[in-house]
């Protein structure tokens, strides 16, 4: 007699997003088609590439960045959610997280262009204000507005809330308990099949190689990391991280290697990291103490092995 299994089956769904690839890993009943579920999170996460990069030129936000101060624009939903969390995080954070960097961030080369000395001079010598106290939102009527030039780079959080669009998906096809991410950047629904937190690995700030340093386990709950190993530019003999220091209008320069932090939302985690990259292990500690975040500082000494700075909460090294 044929015997049929009735054990789960453990689905691993993936497609590309933002420069690098979307996850999604859960297990179903034997059966299961995913098709469905494959397309709505690759249109979750086109959506918000396309609402949110400053990479595509008739994105929502460089229609934003193009319109003249002071003119009220229609934006989408999600894109003012994120702007909304951002210039929240950006007060937060005494303007560490600051999603107005986007010359600064053209201009040191991290966008679309290279790097170009006149306009780095101009971002280091631009005063400009943080983007908190020069940007207007109406999510009511879904409209913003800017009351100073002010270029928006979402980098520093549209990842992260990408992922939370998978994770809604997620929910909304019925399925409680998986693991979804793009790149490093990842949320657990529920937990595993087996009752155990779903673990997800803390990468080695190595360049050359990647190994995890620390794992985690989580429970409902996302995490982000921030580092100066995967994205920069070299100018000369130096090394540049593509995390910007707002008062600076320049790469972060002796900062941590990383920077890890859980949240409830991948979004806040994104933005916390990079908050805490740019006030550094001790500024940092000091407000990830105060905000109650879960964060893990990864340093470089100066013979620059790798030691555990500033750790909080439920963060495990």
């Excluded at 780095?120 to 010598?125: V, Y």
Aim: aromatic residues 6%; proline residues 8%; charged residues 25%.
């Amino acid at each position: 007699m044929l015997k049929t299994s009735t054990e789960p089956q453990r689905i691993a769904l993936n497609g590309p997003t933002m420069g690098t690839r979307w996850s999604a890993l859960f297990d179903v009943p034997p059966g299961y088609d995913p098709g469905a579920l494959a397309i709505a999170l690759q249109d979750a996460v086109a959506e918000v590439d396309n609402q949110m990069s400053t990479w595509k030129p008739e994105s929502a936000l460089m229609r934003f960045n193009t319109a003249p101060v002071g003119d009220w624009v229609v934006l989408p939903a999600d894109l003012l959610r994120v702007l909304e969390l951002g210039l929240r995080i950006g007060r937060a954070s005494g303007g560490a997280f600051d999603i107005g960097m986007g010359d600064a961030v053209r201009a040191w080369g991290f966008g679309p262009e290279a790097a170009s000395a006149e306009a780095i001079r101009s971002a280091l010598t631009r005063a400009r204000p943080p983007a908190h106290e020069a940007l207007d939102l109406a999510p009511e009527c879904g409209e913003a507005r800017k009351r100073a030039p002010l270029s928006l780079d979402l980098n520093g959080i549209a990842k992260g809330y990408g992922v939370d669009r998978l994770a809604e998906v997620m929910l909304d096809h019925g399925i409680t308990a998986a693991l979804v991410g793009i790149d490093g950047e990842m949320r657990a629904l529920g937990l595993r099949p087996d009752g155990a937190p779903w673990s997800v690995a803390v990468e080695a700030p190595d360049p050359a190689r990647r190994a995890p340093h620390s794992i985690l386990a989580l429970e409902d709950a996302a995490v982000a990391t921030s580092g100066d190993y995967r994205h920069w530019v070299e100018l000369g003999s130096q090394r540049l991280s593509h995390t910007m220091q707002p008062r600076r209008g320049a790469p972060v320069q002796g900062g941590p290697a990383s920077v890890s932090v859980v949240a409830r939302s991948c979004a806040e985690a994104d933005a916390w990291a990079t908050a805490l990259m740019v006030l550094g292990p001790d500024e940092g500690a000091r407000v990830a103490r105060r905000e109650g975040l879960d964060a893990l500082f990864l340093l470089r000494d100066p013979d620059t092995e790798v030691r555990v700075g500033p750790l909080f909460g439920a963060v495990d090294a």
